[in-house]
T-cell receptor
Framework: EAQVTQNPRYLITVTGKKLTVTCSQN?????MSWYRQDPGLGLRQIYY???????DKGDVPEGYKVSRKEKRNFPLILESPSPNQTSLYFC??????????????FGPGTRLTVT | QQQVKQSPQSLIVQKGGISIINCAYE??????FPWYQQFPGKGPALLIA?????SEKKEGRFTISFNKSAKQFSLHIMDSQPGDSATYFC???????????FGKGTMLLVSP
């Protein structure tokens, strides 16, 4: 089944404790991206990657890191989480160079709470 | 700076009625305008999308109307059904589709 998977789905952590949220897709998509969703703010793009070893900042990159060493994986790293990073995080991927290069497929989300 | 403004925040429609959600954008570099549908506990999923070279696109009960001069676009859901109850997000992307900027979302409730 074509899908984007995220782990963990739920995470409660404390301020300053480094964490990684993994994202993996099995559709051979070149493009991957991370978003955060907050009530009343919609979804905001954190980082995106057009291909392996190519990453770029979205609208809200502060406090986050990403890496794209393999095509299928795009982990989100919070080196020193703070309470304002409490949010629902979504990973997404899409094809490039096809009829529908714009359709992003979203993962199920990771709910992160930082205390 | 909010680049895509969406209204209303919430909407209640009777079954069989028409749901209308509006969005406005400022950045003239935007070249692609999708709508995403999100059910509780799920990730957003693409519903329908439009490019600015057409003024309307219809897929089943869902229609996007696009007004390039006014920099506005809207989603119309005809014959709304309880199963359409979800949060709807408009979005915009520049050519090349590198980034995707979302509106704040509209929570739609279709009453039986």
């Amino acid at each position: 089944e074509a899908q984007v998977t995220q782990n963990p789905r739920y995470l409660i952590t404390v301020t300053g404790k480094k964490l990684t949220v993994t994202c993996s897709q099995n559709m051979n998509h070149e493009y991957m991206s991370w978003y955060r969703q907050d009530p009343g703010l919609g979804l905001r793009q954190i980082y995106y990657s057009m291909n392996v070893e190519v990453t770029d900042k979205g609208d809200v990159p502060e406090g986050y890191k990403v890496s794209r060493k393999e095509k299928r994986n795009f982990p989100l790293i919070l080196e020193s989480p703070s309470p304002n990073q409490t949010s629902l995080y979504f990973c997404a991927s899409r094809e490039t160079g096809t009829k529908k290069p714009y359709e992003q497929y979203f993962g199920p989300g990771t709910r992160l709470t930082v205390t | 700076q909010q680049q895509v403004k969406q209204s209303p925040q919430s909407l209640i429609v009777q079954k069989g009625g028409i749901s209308i959600i509006n969005c406005a954008y400022e950045n003239t570099a935007f070249d692609y305008f999708p709508w995403y549908q999100q059910f509780p506990g799920k990730g957003p999923a693409l519903l329908i999308a439009i490019r600015p070279d057409v003024s309307e696109k219809k897929e089943g009960r869902f229609t996007i109307s696009f007004n390039k001069s006014a920099k506005q676009f809207s989603l119309h859901i005809m014959d709304s059904q309880p199963g359409d109850s979800a949060t709807y997000f408009c979005a915009a992307s520049p050519s090349g589709y590198s980034t995707l900027t979302f509106g704040k979302g509209t929570m739609l409730l279709v009453s039986p």
